[in-house]
């Protein structure tokens, strides 16, 4: 049976009821093993590092206190069957973009715009939901996780993908894992979808005026003699 330890750092607020009852649901799928680690007291990245040295088990899922992720979440992902594979959660705040990256001209990342289908490759993800295999960490030296200034950004995760990709191994995510993320309210796709929605229709707006105006201006021209 495999090993699954739910690695979950806490360095800036308790963890949400919605959260604790994500845990508690994930701690019995009954094709795991599945247990539950917490490490608290430590700035993100040192937490994950103690986490990685805590843990026994053939995967880690990393998961923060505001990720709700279902046993059919966790199951999707190990049969991915990938060394690092990621399910998406969104930003909790305008413009609500999946906490996905792709590689930045400067040598840090940005946020991916667009939302994928099925399993895609990426250059990097946030670790709310990451589903990563012990050999991945055997063969990374240590710390796995710093905090470094990659162009555009300095966060553990971004520092985790540069370092996997030296070693080869590749990052992948599952876009039919979309997690809730836990803020004021349970932020998820459809608040992306929203703004996405109203970004295309104020665009198209804006198109259908620019045309008017200019039939407008044809029909306003006078005629030459």
């Not at 795991?32 to 026994?56: C, H, M, P, T, W």
């Not at 470094?148 to 080869?168: I, M, P, V, W």
Request: some cysteine; proline content about 4%.
């Amino acid at each position: 049976m495999k090993s699954i330890d739910i690695c979950m750092p806490i360095w800036r607020a308790p963890i949400y009821p919605e959260v604790v009852n994500s845990i508690a649901q994930l701690v019995r799928i009954k094709e795991y093993d599945v247990n539950f680690i917490l490490q608290q007291g430590f700035q993100a990245a040192e937490a994950r590092n103690k986490l990685v040295e805590r843990s026994k088990a053939d995967y880690i899922f990393f998961m923060d206190s505001d990720s709700v992720v279902t046993p059919s979440d966790l199951k999707q992902l190990v049969a991915d069957d990938k060394d690092i594979v990621s399910g998406v959660y969104f930003l909790r705040g305008m413009p609500y973009h999946p906490v996905i990256y792709e590689s930045h001209f400067n040598g840090g990342y940005k946020f991916l715009r667009d939302v994928g289908t099925g399993l895609e490759r990426i250059d990097g993800c946030g670790m709310g939901c990451c589903l990563i295999k012990r050999r991945v960490f055997e063969k990374i030296r240590k710390p796995w996780f710093e905090f470094n200034h990659l162009g555009n950004g300095s966060t553990e995760d971004f520092d985790f993908a540069k370092k996997a990709e030296r070693e080869g191994f590749k990052i992948f995510c599952d876009w039919r894992v979309k997690i809730g993320h836990v803020g004021t309210y349970i932020y998820t796709v459809s608040d992306w979808n929203r703004v996405k929605n109203t970004s295309k229709n104020i665009q198209k707006f804006g198109i259908q005026k620019r045309e008017i105006n200019a039939k407008e201006s044809k029909v306003s021209k006078p005629k030459e003699n």
